[in-house]
């Protein structure tokens, strides 16, 4: 057990580049900025850094339009500051995770300006294209995951090319060995680099339909939706055929050892579990993004848990996230005070999990002005943009938290003065010293990272309890999702010790049978 592979073992920190540290005073993260702040991350006590895309870019969609895919941005940096960030990474034994951008290139890259310039084109075949409907318009009815459709018209070749995201967004055609064997190439450039694996951008996507069926309408679309919900997308994407994609692209990465494959993937728990691949040979950890779907009440949360830990393949390895650049933050959906629930709750279930920069500092929904909208999403349709979740990492008071010496691209939330790391890294009540805390913790107890899971049944409807165990070892970990304080029965037969209260002090406490949890508190206890 405790050989376990690291990236089971281990936990994930999401870094969105643009936000975590500006080095060169222009208002936007860089790669230096993300090596200046490592010392942060080993401090804080993760595993892995995840660093959404920093390619080179015309940034339509902020870096998940690649231009070239085995290159840096200029404004993040260049090649060698990324040796550089994954050297000092891994001399502080924190693995480098990429993000892997495979769905569709920039309409800047030069694969895609062959493949538009004629019919004839080598390249052509590396995209989507479709002749116009019978009515001259998109050839099916898919639309963009950012409104509006998917199809858009070439005038000079007169085809339309698919995008499932931003029409300057093509999506590559992974039906085109040519297309493949391109992009495992792009991993082996930097895998020979040294990164230690990759999130996969919209895996599920990779594969369309072979005949382009329309999607079928769906029933439950509402107006306050996204457009993309006006139809299930069962042929525009999750196609079984990219199972064999994924294991094509996790035998280029196991041909390096263990390096992980994360696959970013949106779908119900059953479809889900299919990226596991055929005997385990997909996706290492397709994302799980219950928690982040699923209401907020414990009953809801016990069910998720067991129908997830049911789902999973034999030999499956679970996952969980609370939060990313595309959902609103955990602290805005919950609020502060559950939010520490869900830190406990995170870092307590088994599985790996990845945390989402500036959670640990209980980051809620930053306001966005409307001249300061960045996010393209936000501006097809408004309401959905992602803007609030990216908003710059605080690092210490001051105008500008200490990200940037310059306006940062997007504001600084209004408490930026006492929530930041500086603040809150040595308060012993902190949400920040709560998440440093809480991955010691899993640290110290291998029953935390590699133990098994059982839920505690206590009748109680506002109480989340589960063990986990390995050996002899054996941790309860209780957790309040509301706001009454609750006895909580435990056998009379064991003694307990308090590790870690969510709300801070209790730590050491023990005693027998019977402990009351106060309102909104987490409790994580040693039986013994
Ligand atoms: C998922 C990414 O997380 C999101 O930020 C991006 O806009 C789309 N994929 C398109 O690449």
Redesign the pocket.
């Known amino acids: 057990m405790t050989e376990t592979v690291w990236w089971k073992r281990g936990t994930v920190y999401q870094v969105y580049p643009r936000s975590f540290q500006d080095s060169n005073g222009d208002g936007v993260g860089d790669l230096a900025g993300i090596t200046r702040r490592l010392d942060y991350l080993a401090w804080l006590g993760v595993d892995a850094v995840w660093i ?1 895309p920093v390619y080179p870019s015309p940034m339509a ?2 870096g ?2 690649v231009a070239d895919y085995c290159g840096i941005d200029p404004l993040f940096g260049s090649l060698s500051d990324f040796d550089e960030l994954v050297a000092q990474a891994h001399r502080r034994k924190l693995k480098v995770i990429l993000d892997f ?1 495979p ?2 290139t920039s309409i800047a890259h030069p694969w895609f300006t062959e493949a538009r310039a004629s019919r004839e084109n080598p390249r052509r075949d590396w995209y989507i294209w479709r002749d116009p409907g019978p009515d001259g318009g998109p050839p099916n009815n898919w639309l963009s ?2 409104g509006g459709p998917a199809w858009t018209l070439d005038p000079a070749t007169g085809q339309y090319y698919y995008h ?2 931003l029409r300057e ?1 093509p999506d590559l055609n992974w039906r085109n060995p040519a297309v493949r064997a391109a992009m495992y190439d792009a991993l082996r450039f930097w895998l020979e680099r040294g990164v230690d694996g990759f999130r996969v ?2 895996i599920w996507h990779l594969i369309k339909d072979d005949s382009f069926r329309d999607n079928p309408a769906n029933p439950h679309f509402a107006e306050h939706l996204p457009e993309i919900n006006r139809f299930h997308q069962v042929y525009s994407a999750d196609r079984p055929e990219v199972l064999d994609v994924i294991a094509e692209m996790r035998a280029v990465l196991r041909a390096y050892g263990e390096r992980v494959l994360i696959g ?1 993937i949106y779908l119900p728990l059953e479809r889900l579990m299919a990226y596991y691949g055929p005997d385990l040979s997909g996706a290492d950890m397709p994302f799980n993004f219950q928690l982040i779907q699923t209401p907020w009440r414990a009953d809801a949360v016990q069910e998720l848990v067991e129908n997830y830990e049911a789902g999973l393949p034999e030999g499956g390895w679970p996952n969980w996230v609370l939060g ?3 959902q609103p933050r955990i602290s805005a959906r919950i609020g502060e005070e559950q939010a520490r629930i869900a830190a406990m709750l995170l870092l307590t279930l088994r599985g790996t999990p990845t945390l989402y920069y500036g959670d640990e500092l209980g980051l809620g929904h930053v306001p966005i002005p409307p001249e300061r909208v960045r996010d393209p ?1 936000e501006l097809n349709e408004p309401g959905h943009g ?1 803007d609030p979740e990216r908003t710059p990492m605080q690092w210490e008071p001051g105008p500008r938290a200490g990200f940037s010496t310059a306006e940062p691209w997007l504001p600084l939330s209004p408490d930026h003065e006492t929530r930041n790391v500086e603040c809150l890294q040595d308060m012993p009540g902190s949400i920040l010293t709560l998440y440093r805390r809480l991955l010691a913790l899993r640290r110290e107890h291998p029953a935390l990272a590699v133990g098994s899971y059982r839920t505690l049944a206590l009748g109680l409807p506002d109480i989340l309890a589960y063990e986990r165990s390995v050996g002899d070892a054996r941790l309860r970990v209780i957790l309040n999702f509301g706001t009454a304080a609750h006895e909580i029965p435990l056998p009379e037969s064991e003694t307990w010790t308090v590790l870690l209260s969510s709300r801070g002090g209790r730590a050491g406490e023990r005693g027998a049978g019977r402990t009351v949890l106060g309102g909104a508190e987490g409790l994580i206890l040693m039986q013994s």
């Open positions: 959404s969609d902020y998940y339009d951008v769905n569709h995951n950012f499932a995201f967004q951008d919209v970013e990313n650049h595309d999403w992602r």
